[in-house]
């Protein structure tokens, strides 16, 4: 535990952990609150924005308990032509379902059938689009079917805040970089564990204690954030929602689960795909005399992971993409409704890609220690 003390040391110590901390938080924070600054500009004449998100939330907050049904509907279609605000979450989830608020008694009545009609849609432009075939369809029609109906609405603005975040693991990749990327290549030009190393259990013990530092560190910083994040989100809007479903979020999603149970998925996922990021790193940092090359490897892969979502028609490079590429989840992308599939077998994204970034951390760890006792050695 000494060592890894010293380790924690080394990067605790450094300037710019620091700063990358701090800018992050502060990241996070001014991107959640700017917008309730007076000077911001106003839904409505005479009101500042922070007006009227107060009675946005008073009126959403009046629409939890009722049941989503055709009554409810048409009272929120007939609000929208009339331009009164009471009904605004229920219309932003008929702009889905609908295209608009403003609908036909039949449509309401059949709210639920074409919703699931939509949602058959959506699953068969991926099985066109190559990314899965009929097995994967089928599974998330199954999967589909298994929500409950008719949903209960609740205000639940903080949740899908909180899940909306795309920054969020960006931030934690950075902080991860700065972190992990000196832990072994600071080494091969310092020499400082050279005394170490040549003692009988010295190497092993320098590898454990520098692997568990750049692990516990990745996990933490990425929890930390997250809790952050989270937190800011419901002290702005209120820790109501957590048993609303997540339908409410993103209505054409077949996962049968409520916004607690999203946050959560999201959370463990986000976390452990960002250490499979920081031990990637690590292996790097074991092979380079720099950490300097190991940053700008990370830099890009962050790059890369924001802007490369291609979705080609082809479903193990599509599949290679979201693994190994994609690996800053956010809300949305954490709960894609197109399943792994192996060996006849349907495996949801999220399930999936936890068990291949625990694998893959534990290869590349290896792998890590490995590189830095034959570095040293060599």
């Known amino acids: 535990m000494e060592l890894v003390g010293f380790e924690y040391k080394k990067i605790l110590g450094r300037k710019s952990i620091i700063i990358v901390f701090v800018l992050s938080v502060a990241i996070m924070v001014a991107g959640q609150t700017l917008w309730m600054l007076p000077f911001m500009p106003s839904y409505r004449e005479g009101e500042t924005r922070w007006e009227s998100f107060l009675k946005q939330r008073e009126y959403a907050r009046a629409l939890s308990g009722r049941v989503i049904d055709a009554e409810l509907l048409m009272e929120t279609s007939a609000a929208y032509t009339n331009r009164l605000p009471y009904f605004w979450p229920i219309e932003r989830m008929m702009n889905w379902i609908y295209g608009r608020p403003e609908i036909a008694a039949y449509q309401a009545e059949n709210f639920y059938n074409i919703r699931r009609h939509q949602v058959a849609q959506q699953?068969?432009?991926?099985?066109?689009?190559?990314?899965?075939?009929?097995?994967?369809?089928?599974?998330?029609?199954?999967?589909?079917?298994?929500?409950?109906?008719?949903?209960?609405?609740?205000?639940?603005?903080?949740?899908?805040a909180f899940l909306q975040t795309g920054i969020l693991t960006i931030l934690a990749a950075l902080i991860t970089a700065v972190g992990v990327a000196p832990i072994f290549a600071s080494e091969h030009s310092t020499g400082v564990s050279q005394l170490i190393l040549t003692t009988k259990h010295g190497k092993g013990r320098l590898v454990r204690a520098k692997a568990f530092a750049a692990v516990s560190f990745t996990a933490m910083a990425t929890l930390f954030?997250?809790?952050?994040?989270?937190?800011?989100?419901?002290?702005?809007?209120?820790?109501?929602?957590?048993?609303?479903?997540?339908?409410?979020?993103?209505?054409?999603?077949?996962?049968?689960?409520?916004?607690?149970?999203?946050?959560?998925?999201?959370?463990?996922?986000?976390?452990?795909?960002?250490?499979?990021?920081?031990?990637?790193?690590?292996l790097l940092s074991s092979k380079m005399k720099s950490a300097f090359g190991v940053?700008?490897?990370?830099?890009?892969?962050?790059?890369?992971?924001?802007?490369?979502?291609?979705?080609?028609p082809i479903t193990w490079l599509f599949n290679l993409i979201r693994l190994f590429i994609n690996i800053l989840p956010a809300g949305s992308t954490v709960f894609l409704p197109v399943p792994y599939e192996i060996f006849g077998l349907a495996v949801l994204p999220f399930v999936f890609e936890i068990i291949v970034a625990?694998?893959?951390?534990?290869v590349l760890l290896t792998l890590a220690g490995r590189g830095f006792k034959r570095h040293q050695v060599g």
């Open 358 to 362: 625990i694998v893959a951390s534990a």
């Open 123 to 160: 699953l068969e432009f991926h099985y066109e689009a190559g990314h899965m075939s009929r097995v994967g369809v089928d599974a998330m029609l199954r999967l589909d079917e298994r929500i409950p109906e008719p949903w209960v609405f609740e205000y639940a603005e903080g949740y899908i």
């Open 225 to 282: 954030l997250i809790a952050v994040h989270f937190l800011v989100n419901m002290a702005i809007f209120g820790f109501d929602g957590a048993s609303a479903p997540f339908q409410l979020f993103i209505p054409f999603s077949p996962y049968p689960i409520n916004m607690w149970q999203a946050s959560l998925i999201f959370t463990v996922t986000a976390t452990i795909r960002i250490i499979f990021f920081g031990t990637a790193l690590l």
């Open 295 to 312: 940053m700008i490897f990370a830099v890009v892969w962050i790059f890369l992971a924001m802007m490369l979502f291609v979705p080609v």
